[in-house]
């Protein structure tokens, strides 16, 4: 099948590119003597996440226990889930995935943990956790340091839970304005979760994983001094606009297009496509400093695309523009993992030909 036998507006996968970015990723875990554990919510695609796992990687992230479940429908054996969970229903649902598979989880706080605890004590079992480390976002996780010690201290001897490590995801780099802005904090990173592992140490408690991850962050880590053993990027399968408005990746390995058709030319300075934020997402960046031209990139010209609505996407044409009713366009999205959670299908392409339907199966899963 030829892309011009689809319908639009569908997700494309450029399946060799999508195949550089993993080996590159992997390649960069080997070189540095740490494991590679990807997370799935960028892709949601178990068929993808095998492939992860083919490639080396040691298991997979999750945000949600829905996604970990669909995961381990697939036959996927070893899960972080890399977020508090602290309501009973979930904590039901955890108890039942840790049966099938070698879960692990995050926590934040003693409340969280002494849930865990009771639900996992009451059926005889034990759950790893990692304790997030803040170590910039301001979202989840206890500040790097004393905190975390204290934190350690008031739940490392709860029954039904076992420390495992620590975590920490530093999205703030979403908001760099530059190349050296992400390494700086990257460097950051890697060096706070190292100075706290330590800590630890000198309470005999070290801990068995170091984790670290973002995929800019991880585009540009150079191991930053010993102490890492795990690297958790997600985006890094795909890339995108923001990815590229970084500098961390080229155009040329973004791996995910949305294509679309034009279904309306009402003025010369305007086209309007077929893909609106029910595809194509709302996101200008995750802190609004403007790096990001628009509600996507458009491929092969210089239109911006400045305005969605649900179901249209509103171009302004630049000089040279020559888009008539019918064409079809690319889109390179802002964020990729926002485009495969609102969509059913994606497409693998090799060149022109269509060779292989991936179902988003886990697209939804936000439980």
Known sequence: MKISDLDTPVVLIDLDRMERN???????????????????????????????????????????????????????REIFIANQIVSP????????????????????????????????????????????????????????????????????RLPGIR????????GQVYGALSLEEVREVSRQESRVMTETARLFADLD???GVVSVG??????????????ITEIRPGNYIFNDATQVALGVAGVEDC??????????????????IDAGSKVLGLDRGAHGKGLLKGFGR?????????????????????????????DRVRILPNHACTVMNLMDRAYGLMGEEVVEEFTIAARGKVQ
């Open 89 to 156: 229903q979930k904590v039901g649902r955890l108890v039942e995935l840790a049966g099938r598979v070698r879960l692990s989880v995050g926590v934040d706080s003693t409340e969280g943990a002494r849930l865990l605890s009771e639900a996992f004590s009451s059926v005889g079992r034990t759950i790893d956790y990692l304790i997030e480390i803040d170590t910039g976002l301001n979202r989840c996780g206890v500040p790097p340091g004393e905190p975390a010690l204290a934190l350690f201290r008031e739940i490392h």
């Open 255 to 272: 791996a995910l297009t949305v294509m679309a058709t034009v279904i309306s030319c009402p003025g010369p300075h305007r086209a309007v």
């Open 298 to 326: 458009l491929l092969g010209g210089n239109a911006i695309l400045e305005r969605l609505s649900e179901e249209h996407g509103i171009l302004r044409l630049s000089p040279g523009d020559d888009l008539r009713i019918g």
């Open 214 to 227: 973002s995929t800019p962050t991880m585009w540009v880590w150079e191991g930053f001094g010993e102490g």
């Open 22 to 76: 993993l080996t590159r990723m992997q390649r960069k875990a080997e070189r540095f003597g740490v494991v590679l554990r990807p997370h799935i919510k960028t892709h949601k695609i178990p068929e993808l996440a095998k492939r992860q796992l083919e490639k080396g990687a040691v298991g997979i992230t999750a945000s949600k226990i829905s996604e970990a479940q669909v995961m381990a429908d697939a036959g996927i």
């Open 205 to 207: 408690a070290t801990p």
């Open 163 to 170: 420390f495992r490590g620590i975590f920490t995801h530093a």
